[in-house]
């Protein structure tokens, strides 16, 4: 019989400063996935949203990536102390939606509120994020970039077996906006653990020339990054089009309940956990950058389902678990392969700030397919956006095609 102690990744029996990081991230991201839900309920149930306000709800909380990701990089490379910038962005998020529920119980709660609250965590997060890449090649050795990847990622997945299992019953028993509050809780884990590592900082260059538009340039000169981040933000902006219909499609329409709902979404993220466990051995066999297009055709093809889904109820939960649980699958396989690819080329000088640039686009483009899922969804009805926003997204990995992502078999070495 294997001891535990043999099951137990040796990056994280090993490596202490990251097995306490991976903690940390583990609890935020089941937070992630309560709101994932429970925030869509409080506009729902609570405010009884329209499609329009749906849109702009999840616009909102996506607007900051397009305003400040850019600027966030840059001022991140320059400045340093990543670790601290990440530590005080987890307790202003948590501060931000600790008022949701602080409101709902005066009567006070309005969509104003959801906005600005939306809005100000996303701002938060650009700047989490762009930290983040630095703060992971710090705790990670190269020859291990993709066993750290899968284990955030497959920490993810399971976030997304539980979370929306757990945001659903919350919202069953307590209301939405108070199963709001564990998110709110995780974000201070999150911030407890990072106060408890001190991985060493990669320099700064206060003084270089052009910093701001270090991270686009850089982007533009990478044909494997520009292709990926091409890729990549077509399937988001078609699947944040169907991402603001669809809680409210499955919820109205198709009379799936919080609870139920949750519940299924749920379990289909099982294909995540699947994802994440079985992505090193394709990476392993097919090579990294035909595992990256292959997540990129897995991901969204999945999704045709949900408008498909039709007819008895069983009929119905079970086409939303197989889309959920495919889609699931295909998004673990690409953020892995594109995560260990991006470590590996992007050079230290210019990470946070590349991470700023991408994120300009690749979530830059998630409110306006967002805002345009709910007008659509205002204007066509919800399930003919929801068939433009699957077929949109199948459409993505042609970008990679005639990049040299396909031919990528091992990761590359950086490149200025």
């Known amino acids: 019989m294997r001891s535990p102690r043999s099951v137990v990744p040796s990056l994280l029996r090993e490596n202490i400063a990251f097995r306490r990081f991976f903690a940390g991230q583990s609890a935020s991201l089941v937070g992630d996935q309560i709101s994932f839900i429970a925030l869509p309920l409080v506009g729902v149930i609570v405010l009884h949203a ?96 993709v066993e750290a990847s899968s284990l955030l990622n497959g920490s993810r997945a399971l976030s997304f077996v539980a979370g929306p299992s757990l945001g659903g019953l919350l919202v069953q028993l307590l209301s939405a906006p108070l199963a709001i509050v564990a998110d709110a809780v995780s974000f201070v884990a999150s911030a407890l653990s990072l106060a ?33 981040l091409a890729a990549t933000a077509t399937i988001n902006f078609f699947n944040f089009m169907l991402f603001a219909v669809v809680i409210l499609y499955a919820n109205r329409d198709l009379g799936v309940g919080p609870g139920l709902l949750g519940l299924v979404l749920g379990a289909g993220a099982v294909g995540g956990v699947l994802g994440s466990l079985v992505t090193g051995r394709i990476v392993k066999r097919l090579g990294v950058g035909p595992a990256l297009v292959l997540g990129c055709i897995v991901f969204p093809v999945p999704l045709l ?21 495919g889609s699931g699958f ?14 590996a080329l992007i050079p230290d000088r210019l990470r946070a700030r590349v991470s700023g640039a991408y994120m300009v686009v690749n979530y830059g483009v998630r409110p306006v397919g967002a805002l345009l899922g709910g007008g659509l969804g205002s204007a066509i009805g919800l399930r003919p956006t929801l068939w433009i926003a699957a077929g949109g997204a199948i459409a993505g990995f042609l970008w990679l095609i005639p990049s040299p992502v396909p031919s990528l078999r091992e990761l590359p070495e950086a490149s200025e």
């Open 50 to 145: 329209s499609a329009t306000q749906m849109g702009y709800l999840t616009a909102a909380g996506l607007v900051p990536n397009l305003l400040f990701s850019l600027h966030a990089g840059a001022w991140v490379d320059r400045r340093g102390r990543r670790r601290q910038t990440m530590l005080a962005a987890d307790i202003g998020r948590a501060a931000l939606l600790a008022t949701i529920p602080i409101a709902y119980a005066f009567d006070w709660l309005t969509f104003t509120q959801l906005y600005i609250v939306g809005f100000l965590v996303g701002a938060l997060g650009v700047l989490f994020f762009v930290a983040y890449s630095s703060l992971f090649v710090s705790l990670v050795p190269r020859e291990q970039y």
């Open 196 to 228: 408890s590592i001190s991985p060493p900082e990669p320099p700064t260059e206060a003084s270089e020339q052009g910093h701001v538009a270090g991270g686009i340039r850089y982007i533009l000169g990478s044909p494997v990054i520009r292709a990926s």
């Open 330 to 343: 295909g998004v673990m396989l690409l953020d892995i392969a594109a995560g260990a690819i991006s470590a």
């Open 305 to 325: 389902l949900i408008p498909l889904a039709a007819g008895p109820r069983w009929v119905v939960l079970g086409c939303l678990f197989l889309a959920e649980f």
